[in-house]
C-alpha cells in the first residue's frame, strides 16, 4: 500500500443532520480485506460518528496477503454487511438476524470516502454494469432477498403499493420467477413513469395523491378475491394497514417498507386467522449478491433510469435535498469526473480520424499528380507508419438512498 495516500477524504456524520467533509485515515486492511477505492450510500440504524454509505461499487486499490481471488485494477462491488457466524442466529444459519450484525455505512464507516476496506468474502466482481448502475446492486440484492421469503405460486397475482427502487426490482423478479401477474399501485409521476419504461409490471394503477379512495374502492371491485401477494413498499402505516383487505384468502401480506420503530398498525386479528393470512417481513439481504449479479448483468433486471441524477461528494447537501422534493428517484454520488475524461477521449479519437482522413486525401492527390500530370516520374511509396496510444481513465460511483 506504499503507493497509496495516507488520508482520504469522506463524508462524515456527527449526529443526524449534522455532516461535514474531512479528511481521516485510510481504513486498516486486515489479511483478509480488500480495499476498494470509491463507494457510496444508507441511512437507518445508524451509530454515530459515522460515514455512511452501504452500496458500495469500485475499484480494488490494494489487497491482504491473504487475498487470492482479487487484484488491484479489479471492478467490485461489495456485500455491506459484516456477520459474527457464531450467536444463536448464525450457528442456526439465520444469518440476516445474526446478534452481532454490523453493516458498512450503517453501524460501521462505510462508502462515503475515496477507499474503505471490507472483507474479500464480502466483495463481488462486476463486469458490464457501468459504475452507476451498479450502485443499484445492493438493494436489488434485497429485492432478491424478497422474492426467497415469499416464494410466489406459478402464475400468482400480485398488487404492489408503491414504485420505489427496491420494488421496481422485485417486480420484475416475481414476473421473471413464477410469471407472477404484477399489479403496481402508486401515485402519478417520475417514479410510475419509469416503472412503465422498465416493463416492471403488467398493470398500473395511477394514484391520485389527493383523493385516492374512490381508485381503492375500483380496485376492489375489479378484483373481488383480492391478490395471491400484497406487498406495501412505500412504507406508509396507512397503506400498510389497509393492504390485508386486498389479500386473498390464503394470500400473503409482505411488509416491505421502511417504518419508524414507534410505526404501529391495527388488523383484525379473525381476518389473520380466518383467512389463513400468511404475513411476512422482508428486511434486508445476506449472500443474495452472486444471483443479483446475474439478474442486473445480464439485463434480466431492468435498472435504466433508476438512478437519474449523480453528485460529487462536495454536492451531498444537493443530493439529500433532490431526494427530499422528489426529483431524484434515486441518487447517486461519483466520486471522479468520468464524464470529462469521456469527451476528452472522444475528442482525441476525432482529432485522429481527422488527421488520418487529411492524410488519405493529401495521397490520392498526389498520386493523381504523380500519375496523370507527371507520368515520367516514378515513385515508389516504402513504408507508411502510424502509431497511435489511446489510454482510458477508469471511475466509480456510490449510490445515495
Known amino acids: 500500500m506504499s503507493n497509496l495516500p495516507k488520508q482520504m477524504k469522506a463524508l462524515r456524520y456527527e449526529k443526524p443532520e449534522d455532516w461535514s467533509i474531512v479528511q481521516v485515515p485510510l481504513p486498516e486492511l486486515r489479511e483478509n480485506d480488500v480495499l476498494v477505492k470509491h463507494i457510496h450510500e444508507g ?65 460501521m464507516n462505510g462508502g462515503f470516502a475515496e477507499y474503505c476496506a471490507y472483507p474479500a468474502g464480502k466483495v463481488f466482481k462486476i463486469h458490464n454494469l457501468n459504475d452507476v448502475d451498479a450502485t443499484l446492486l445492493e438493494p436489488a440484492s434485497c429485492a432478491c432477498h424478497g422474492l426467497d421469503k415469499i416464494r410466489p405460486r406459478l402464475g400468482s397475482s400480485v398488487l404492489m403499493f408503491g414504485a420505489g427502487p427496491t420494488g421496481l426490482m422485485l417486480a420484475q423478479l416475481m414476473r421473471h420467477n413464477g410469471g407472477c401477474n404484477v399489479t403496481i399501485a402508486a401515485p402519478q409521476g417520475l417514479k410510475m413513469d419509469l416503472a412503465k419504461s422498465l416493463d416492471a409490471a403488467d398493470h398500473y394503477i395511477e394514484l391520485s395523491r389527493k383523493e385516492p379512495e374512490a381508485q381503492f374502492a375500483q380496485l376492489k371491485k375489479d378484483h373481488p378475491y383480492g391478490f395471491d401477494v400484497v406487498v406495501e413498499a412505500t412504507g406508509s402505516v396507512k397503506i400498510l394497514e389497509d393492504a390485508i383487505n386486498y389479500v386473498r384468502r390464503g394470500g400473503k401480506l ?19 386467522f380466518g383467512d389463513e393470512i400468511t404475513i411476512l417481513g422482508s428486511f434486508s439481504e445476506t449472500y443474495m449478491f452472486p444471483a443479483t449479479i446475474d439478474y442486473l448483468d445480464s439485463g434480466k433486471v431492468r435498472t435504466k433510469g433508476i438512478v437519474n441524477k449523480t453528485f460529487k461528494l462536495e454536492q451531498f447537501g444537493e443530493a439529500l435535498e433532490s431526494i427530499r422534493n422528489k426529483s431524484a428517484i434515486k441518487a447517486a454520488i461519483v466520486f471522479d469526473d468520468a464524464t470529462g475524461v469521456f469527451v476528452v477521449f472522444v475528442v482525441f479519437v476525432v482529432f485522429v480520424v481527422f488527421v488520418v482522413f487529411v492524410v488519405f486525401v493529401v495521397f490520392v492527390v498526389f498520386v493523381v499528380f504523380v500519375v496523370f500530370v507527371v507520368p515520367c516520374v516514378e515513385i515508389t511509396v516504402t513504408e507508411i507508419l502510424t502509431s497511435t496510444a489511446l489510454y482510458y481513465v477508469r471511475h466509480t460511483a456510490q449510490g445515495l438512498i
Open 254 to 272: 409482505v411488509v416491505y417498507g421502511v417504518y419508524s420503530d414507534s410505526a404501529r398498525v391495527s388488523w383484525p386479528p379473525s381476518k389473520i
Open 43 to 107: 441511512e437507518f440504524i445508524a451509530k454515530f460518528p459515522l460515514i455512511p454509505g452501504h452500496e458500495t461499487v469500485g475499484v480494488v486499490a490494494a489487497v491482504g496477503p491473504k487475498v487470492k481471488d482479487f487484484k488491484v485494477g479489479d471492478r467490485v462491488a461489495a456485500d455491506n454487511s459484516e456477520l459474527c457466524n457464531e450467536c444463536f442466529y448464525c450457528r442456526r444459519g439465520e444469518l440476516l438476524l445474526c446478534e452481532k450484525f454490523e453493516a458498512h455505512g450503517v453501524t
